[in-house]
């Protein structure tokens, strides 16, 4: 059946010849074809809305059509006016058309029905190439009466001409927005801060534990002595213990009063440095595997590897090429002015003290013990040791943190250590009893050079003095 244009409208102006063709039912004249009739014939497609968003042209009105239906401008929804040179240049295509507007933005609205003016799905030619048709509605597969089933509601139907919904998701998660944007740098922010904090705190801890090294692992709570100090006479009185009771009493020498001094000005830097150079010559004909080495020159005892040999009888007169007499005096003098030194601290006679054995010098280094000759750290009582020990003595010969670091002598004292720090020329004495408990501790790096010269108030414990012959 031939389909009739236009469908009459209220307030529709058309041309005289088109009003009377549709209102006689006619097809549009042959003697003035319009652009509808021209369409419909070319091809026997009703006009379409293409897939772009547009819809074809209404009825001529001058230069603009009118698009049934509708109120906006031809390229938005709900129909209005198209340029009719537009739809004239589409005449003959119907590919990409579809028979009926559909909602969505760019799109004309309009219902195909009579009340719409437009004519409906099944008024068009039964062949329309490249006119697809709108599937028609399924069948209600339910029997009569059945209730209806719950209606799923598809997603959100993204705009014309814009990405699918997921692709944009997509594309929104791979650029994130300023609000991330800023979280993610506060956050990165945040773990900078950390790990600084973290190695401010790390290095805060490894210099406590360094200088917890360098200070002593014993407690040290008081620095007797300091390297830097130059001390004239510093003495401190200590109760003194039990263990001369148990040795035979000499009255005017055994200890009544127990105490530990220390001073500077009692030997020179520079006799300090004679005497050094002593033993070094002397240390330097064997030494130990470990750390610790000791020369005698009383004895003779030299460490030489895990063991101790008698310098004189095994060198013989190769000794006189090492030592001279020289030597041995400085030695001497060194003695009697420690002797001296004491006597005047604890209020004795120095005749009244002798020199006992073992008096040695000593040199310690950082290498690892060898033998338990080698481990000088321990805590230690000189009169349990020694039995003939009363009074202790050790002269430095080298200075702490120049020398050497570690090695400070600490006495560890109920409740609280006291440290002296060795600096050449310095003396330190105590009683020998266990009112003086000591220990030295490790050498961590250089070399430490100091004599330990000891007496005994027992004549039948003392020695004489080194000889050289």
């Excluded at 042209?57 to 001058?62: D, F, N, Q, S, W």
């Excluded at 604890?346 to 002798?354: A, D, K, T």
């Excluded at 009582?381 to 003939?388: A, E, F, Q, R």
């Amino acid at each position: 059946m031939p389909v009739r244009w236009p469908p009459r409208q209220p307030g529709l102006s058309l041309p005289e010849e088109e009003t009377q063709g549709s209102a006689a039912g006619r097809p549009f004249p042959a003697s003035r074809p319009s652009l509808h009739q021209s369409l419909l014939s070319s091809n026997g497609c009703w006009p379409c809305q293409r897939s772009e968003g547009w819809w074809p042209p209404a009825p001529a009105v001058g230069r603009w059509g009118l698009v049934p239906g509708g109120r906006g401008r031809g390229r938005t929804g709900g129909g209005g006016r198209v340029r009719l040179e537009e739809a004239e240049s589409r005449r003959g295509d119907c590919s990409g058309l579809i028979p009926l507007p559909g909602p969505g933005r760019g799109r004309a609205r309009a219902a195909a029905s009579p009340q719409s003016g437009w004519p409906s799905e099944a008024s068009l030619p039964a062949a329309c190439p490249g006119c697809p048709r709108a599937p028609g509605p399924a069948p209600d597969p339910r029997p009569p009466g059945a209730p209806m089933a719950p209606q799923r509601r598809g997603g959100p139907r993204a705009p014309d001409g814009g990405a699918p919904t997921a692709e944009r998701e997509r594309q929104r998660r791979r650029r994130p927005s300023s609000v991330k944007k800023g979280r993610l740098l506060q956050e990165s922010l945040r773990q900078k801060w950390l790990k600084a904090a973290f190695l401010g705190s790390s290095a805060i801890l490894g210099g406590l534990l360094l200088w917890s090294c360098v200070s002593g692992d014993d407690g040290v709570t008081e620095v007797l002595a300091q390297q830097s100090e130059v001390l004239q006479d510093r003495f401190i009185e200590v109760p003194c213990s039990e263990d001369y009771d148990s040795h035979k009493r000499f009255e005017g020498c055994t200890p009544r009063m127990c105490g530990r001094g220390v001073t500077d000005t009692v030997i020179t830097r520079e006799e300090a440095e004679r005497i050094r150079r002593i033993a070094e010559r002397g240390l330097a004909l064997g030494g130990s595997d470990g750390g610790a080495s000791i020369l005698d020159l009383h004895s003779g005892a030299l460490s030489v590897g895990k063991h101790f040999v008698n310098l004189y009888r095994y060198f013989g007169d190769k000794i006189q090429e090492i030592f001279s007499e020289e030597d041995f005096q400085i030695y001497r003098e060194a003695r009697q002015k420690i002797q001296h030194t004491i006597a005047r601290a604890f209020g004795l006679r120095p005749s009244s003290m002798y020199l006992t054995k073992p008096t040695f010098f000593s040199r310690i280094n950082n290498t690892a013990a060898k033998t338990t000759h080698d481990e000088y750290w321990h805590p230690h009582i000189d009169k349990v040791t020694y039995g003939s020990f009363d009074y202790t003595s050790l002269l430095y010969l080298s200075d702490y943190t120049e020398d050497f670091g570690g090695g400070r002598f600490v006495f560890m004292d109920e409740g609280a250590n006291r440290t002296v720090e060795p600096r050449a020329g310095r003396i330190s004495f105590f009683t020998s009893g266990s009112e003086n408990l000591h220990r030295v501790e490790k050498v961590r790096w250089g070399t430490r050079f100091a004599i330990t010269i000891s007496f005994t108030c027992n004549p039948d414990h003392g020695i004489g003095d080194p000889a050289f012959t």
